[in-house]
């Protein structure tokens, strides 16, 4: 008989359990606030409150996995870390959008143009991440 896998085992009590409570929900409240706010990117911030809440909140991890927005997301990064092509899109067109309103607005033109950096790795990055295999389902 095989040992039980790390996933059906209930997690051990830690004395950091609340710290990764803690990371877990603020860094879900930023991602949910990226939603909105340029600049601020969702999908890192979410991703990471997935991993902390693993650790520190089994009701937190429960529900992001069963979220109908946050789940798939989840599923796939944790299954394939994989990100969809959908949110790369996505991702890319704010950050280039975010770029243009930084060079327009910014005081000084290195200001722009480190930030524009930034997100181009952040971009480069995203884009090298595997996409969903498409046998995989839901």
């Not at 990226?34 to 979410?46: A, D, H, Q, Y």
Request: aromatic residues 10%; proline residues 9%; charged residues 15%.
């Amino acid at each position: 008989m095989a040992p039980p896998s790390d996933v059906s085992r209930p997690p051990r009590p830690s004395r950091l359990r609340w710290a990764w409570w803690l990371l877990a929900y603020a860094s879900l409240g930023l991602g949910i606030i990226g939603i909105v706010v340029p600049g601020l990117p969702t999908v890192p911030f979410v991703l990471l409150s997935g991993f902390a809440a693993a650790r520190g909140s089994r009701r937190l991890h429960d529900w992001l996995m069963a979220h109908r927005v946050f789940g798939p997301m989840l599923r796939d990064w944790q299954a394939h870390g994989a990100v969809s092509r959908r949110a790369k899109w996505l991702a890319t067109t704010m950050m280039a959008a975010c770029a243009v309103v930084m060079f327009l607005t910014a005081p000084r033109l290195w200001m722009a143009a480190i930030g524009t950096t930034i997100m181009t790795l952040v971009a480069i990055w995203l884009w090298a991440r595997p996409e969903r295999p498409a046998n995989a389902g839901r």
